[in-house]
């Protein structure tokens, strides 16, 4: 297993776990997080990886409070636009591209790009003294690394648009109203509490999981009759899985079934 000096990076019984670990900086995307992060999702996304789920949280007392702002330095004439497609794409990108579920555990604040990265996930569960902050108008800048992609399609346009333009935090109690996030609970339980979720998933039909990102995702964009044809491909390609066949007979034989991924 690789070696991680801004991460770490934990794999154990089909359950990756990922930590931003820079503590003393609430976690920000400095340019060497922002590689290794790329390089553990991609050592998870190898076939023999093992891996089934991801979870990804933060050390410390925060999830990701952004870009490190204090690495690179100040010019009107830098691209950062061009930062954005070199390092954030890719991580986003091959995040959602994951043949597995992934869950974040939101442990603080989820400011700007950190906030895009925890709600990235298909499961996002928040300690109760979270938040999660647009920061990006706060500082002159337009909402970045899917934001605006992902954000209304959660909470909706107007709430998206507010959170954007006026830059406040929302607490985690206020993002479960607004189905932000899938569940809120006390700060000392979120660890125990995500990781015994993201153990779920890890011991479930990994292909099935893995068709419905799909199928979730694409439904934003395709037509009814798109969508249908769409579950018809996934359903023939599950039904021919070794868990599709385990899972019924274990239905059938009122047992617990043992989902190999396979």
């Known amino acids: ?121 298909d499961i996002v569960l928040a300690a109760r003294s979270a938040y999660f902050l647009q920061a990006f108008v706060n500082i002159g800048l337009v909402p970045d690394a899917g934001s605006t992609f992902i954000l209304p399609r959660l909470v909706g346009t107007a709430r998206a648009r507010a959170m954007m333009m006026l830059g406040e935090r929302l607490p985690a109690e206020k993002a479960l109203e607004w189905g932000l996030v899938y569940d809120v609970v006390d700060d000392d339980k979120l660890a125990g509490t995500a990781k015994a979720l993201a153990q779920k998933l890890a011991k479930g039909p990994t292909v099935a999981l893995s068709s419905i990102r799909k199928l979730m995702v694409a439904s934003h964009d395709n037509s009814y009759s798109e969508q249908l044809t769409m579950e018809a491909m996934e359903q023939r390609k599950t039904g021919r899985t070794s868990d599709c066949v385990e899972g019924v007979m274990a239905f059938i034989q009122k047992r617990e079934a043992n989902f190999t991924g396979r």
Do not use: W
């Not at 931003?20 to 076939?47: D, F």
């Not at 789920?53 to 204090?70: K, M, N, P, Q, V």
């Open 1 to 121: 297993m690789a070696d991680y000096e801004t991460l770490i990076l934990d794999i154990e019984d089909g359950l990756a776990i990922i930590r931003l670990n820079r503590p003393e900086r609430l976690n920000a995307l400095s340019n060497a997080l922002k590689a290794e992060l790329l390089q553990a999702i991609r050592q998870i996304a190898k076939p023999d990886s093992g891996v089934r789920a991801l979870l990804i949280t933060g050390e410390g007392r925060a999830f990701c409070s952004g870009a490190d702002l204090a690495e690179g330095g100040m010019s009107t004439d830098r691209d950062m636009g061009a930062n954005l497609i070199a390092t954030y794409h890719p991580i986003l990108l091959e995040l959602a591209a994951l043949d597995m579920p992934v869950i974040s555990a939101v442990n603080g604040v989820a400011a700007g790009a950190g906030m895009s990265i925890a709600i990235s996930a």
